[in-house]
């Protein structure tokens, strides 16, 4: 049965974002006649509280809206979280959150008594988003670092879970040594988020070992020798695991070592540690990829190699037609 026009018809969906995400934001329009960009006038009051205002907001009625957000700071998350909350009070058909770096992932877990799990709080803030006339808000959400955080989250989101792997495979198979390419992971963490993906390729397991008061890197599977081993993982912080690794996986053979990360965070310049100087050094990481999850990560290793970007643009584009 042939589906009819209004069918398979996209949905004009109203992209609103946040200063941080501009270029993400206009990168993800290109994608689709689909997608229209909106704007909201970001100021703040003399002591500093936001004074924001949503720019065509009584055009937004029975209107398909999204919002494109970058939780980099705890400084604007509160601006941003305003107005995640009055949109879907717009009267709008539907309302989705795009949130590509979900930031306090990794703060998942309470050890002792009086931790704080800070990924369990974010979740909350989060389900307390309104209902739109069209049901609860999707909210878009790359490479969470614990899968088990979807249970974080209430009923009156959808989370839709994606990933920027299939980026990392394209661009793979663009290398002259596509061919000679084996994936390690840095531990079984990443393994489990990411093998299934990735099971085309020859793999490398490490594992860190605590000797004494220091983790050490060790190898627990596989065999680089010979290869471009090509380290997978969700995000980098400071890169120290990223570099113990690469100088073990050089030291068991491997002919050359890349890094892939998602989300590119780096807090404190961190990413300058892996800069090419004038004089590329063994050490040195052939190509680092990370996607625009992280802009103002993008915007501070633009041209500077190793990095590249991959872009989440068409994906996101992708997921607001779900």
Not at 118 to 141: D, E, H, Q
Not at 236 to 260: N, R
Not at 296 to 303: C, E, F, P, R
Request: charged share 20%.
């Amino acid at each position: 049965m042939a589906l009819s026009q209004s069918q398979t018809k996209n949905k004009q969906v109203h992209l609103f974002y946040c200063p941080e995400c501009e270029d993400l934001a206009r990168n993800v329009a290109a994608q689709s006649n689909s997608i229209t960009l909106q704007t909201i006038k970001w100021r703040n009051f003399d002591d500093g509280f936001p004074n924001l205002y949503i720019n065509n907001a009584q055009d937004l009625r029975g209107q398909h809206v999204a919002f494109l957000a970058s939780f980099s700071s705890t400084g604007v998350i509160f601006e941003q979280l305003s107005v995640t909350y009055l949109l879907p009070r717009l009267f709008v058909a539907s309302f989705t959150l795009v949130l590509p770096f979900f930031p306090t992932g990794s703060f998942e877990r309470m050890e002792d008594e009086g931790d704080v799990a800070t990924a369990f709080t974010l979740s909350r803030m989060l389900t307390n988003i309104p209902i739109s006339r069209g049901g609860p808000t999707s909210l878009v959400i790359y490479d969470i670092h614990a899968l088990q955080e979807r249970f974080y989250f209430g009923d009156h989101v959808l989370p839709l879970f994606e990933t920027g792997i299939p980026l990392l495979k394209q661009r793979l198979h663009q290398l002259p040594d596509a061919d000679n390419i084996v994936v390690a992971f840095p531990d079984d963490g990443a393994w489990k988020r990411f093998h299934k993906l990735l099971d085309l390729f020859p793999m490398v397991v490490c594992t860190k070992v605590r000797e004494g008061d220091k983790r050490i890197v060790r190898l627990k599977e596989g065999n680089p020798a010979g290869c471009h081993v090509v380290i997978v993982d969700d995000l980098v912080q400071s890169g120290g695991t990223l570099i113990e690794c690469q100088k073990l996986l050089a030291a068991h053979g491997a002919a050359k070592v890349s890094a892939y990360v998602t989300h590119g965070v780096f807090p404190k310049r961190s990413w300058e540690r892996f800069i090419h100087k004038d004089e590329v050094s063994e050490k040195a990481f052939a190509y680092f990829w990370i996607t625009d999850s992280c802009p103002l990560t993008v915007k501070a290793i633009a041209n500077k190699a190793p990095f590249e970007v991959l872009s989440l643009a068409a994906s996101i584009a992708d997921a607001l037609q779900i």
